[in-house]
């Protein structure tokens, strides 16, 4: 069984940096697509940023200049790095990836448990 590990999250003064890693866990066959979401109290799940099968980078567009994504296709890890954080970024941040498990050979995208980012003023 496969599953995403997401860690990094915590409180942060507006202004500052965090770095969110999230890795995959489990015999895992093949790696995709990964990258984070977030959703904000209230409001729908928004992507922040995304690193395609093809090796594209998206980002969100609340986010774009001030969060990079990398992703360590080895150690099938993603790192998002967040500076100039506002209260704005406040949410829960969750982790999205496409894997293929080497029980099933069928690829399918997981989601991580989800990590709060509090900003604080």
């Known amino acids: 069984q496969v599953h995403l590990v997401e860690s990094g999250g915590g409180l942060v003064q507006a202004g500052g940096s965090l770095m969110l890693s999230c890795a995959a866990s489990?015999?895992?066959?093949?790696?995709?697509?990964m990258g984070w979401y977030r959703q904000a109290p209230g409001k729908q799940r928004e992507l922040v940023a995304e690193v395609t099968a093809m090796g594209r980078t998206n980002y969100g567009d609340s986010v774009e200049g001030r969060i990079t994504i990398s992703v360590d296709n080895v150690e099938k890890t993603a790192f998002l790095l967040m500076n100039g954080l506002s209260l704005e970024d406040t949410a829960v941040y969750y982790c999205?990836?496409?894997?293929?498990?080497?029980?099933?050979?069928?690829?399918?995208?997981?989601w991580g448990q989800g990590t709060q980012v509090t900003v604080s003023s």
């Open positions: 999205r990836a496409l894997l293929t498990p080497l029980a099933t050979e069928i690829p399918n995208y997981y």
């Open positions: 489990g015999s895992v066959l093949r790696l995709g697509a």
